[in-house]
């Protein structure tokens, strides 16, 4: 079992409650923070989601790049098993807090 954590981010002026866990896998190591308003309550609303991700890692293999259409992307090169194995554990915690908050949307 691991520890998950709560704190608040600020995202385009707005609180987010976002979670966190550290991944440990041999000698990598991982720390995952996520989180979001959820989608307005009606479809009539004006408000928008608010999300947040973030990744930090030991891991040298992260790069934020311009694509050649001038999109900005985040690219993570996972080198070896533990890498893998954390990378995939970060990413099924991210959608599991991203689908427990998002709330549905009624008419």
């Known amino acids: 079992m691991y520890t998950v954590y709560e704190s608040v981010e600020k995202v385009n002026d707005s609180d987010v409650s976002v979670f966190g866990r550290d991944i440990a896998i041999g000698n990598f190591n991982l720390n995952i923070e996520v989180g979001t308003t959820g989608l307005p309550k009606t479809k009539k609303s004006a408000s928008q989601a608010k999300t947040s991700l973030k990744i930090v890692t030991n891991d040298e293999n992260i790069e934020i790049f311009t694509s050649t259409t001038g999109d900005i992307g985040i ?3 996972a080198v070896g098993n533990d890498e893998l194995t954390g990378l995939l554990k970060a990413l099924k915690f991210a959608t599991k807090v991203l689908e427990d908050k ?5 008419d």
């Open 75 to 77: 690219k993570f090169e």
């Open 102 to 106: 998002i709330n549905s949307v009624e």
